[in-house]
Nanobody, 113 residues
Framework: QVQLVESGGGSVQAGGSLQLSCKSSSYLFDICVVGWYRQAPGKERDVVATIAPRSITPTYSDSVKGRFRISQDKAKNMLYLQMYSLKSEGTAVYYC??????WGQGTQVTVSS
């Protein structure tokens, strides 16, 4: 059973930065797509950023392109999301996902204006 555990959420003022981390219990980085989604209150869960297996070029949603950076440390089974210039619409629960099947419990990010 694969377990994903996110950390790093919290409250920040608009314009601030946060880094989210996701620890995987299994090595999946060269097997399937890994990434981050978020779900704002009253809205559907949307993709934020993903990395395909053995790819060096991540994919970002238009709403975060240029402000967020996804990265991975394969040696540590870790996935990261560095978020810069946060906006109030970034308030959401952020989820780590792997293989479009495994999901973390989510971590809350609240951006105040």
């Amino acid at each position: 059973q694969v377990q994903l555990v996110e950390s790093g959420g919290g409250s920040v003022q608009a314009g601030g930065s946060l880094q989210l981390s996701c620890k995987s219990s299994s090595y999946l980085f060269d097997i399937c797509v890994v990434g981050w989604y978020r779900q704002a209150p009253g809205k559907e869960r949307d993709v934020v950023a993903t990395i395909a297996p053995r790819s060096i070029t991540p994919t970002y949603s238009d709403s975060v392109k240029g402000r967020f950076r996804i990265s991975q440390d394969k040696a540590k089974n870790m996935l990261y999301l560095q978020m810069y210039s946060l906006k109030s619409e970034g308030t959401a629960v952020y989820y780590c996902t792997m293989c479009d099947h495994y999901w973390g419990q989510g971590t809350q990010v609240t951006v105040s204006s």
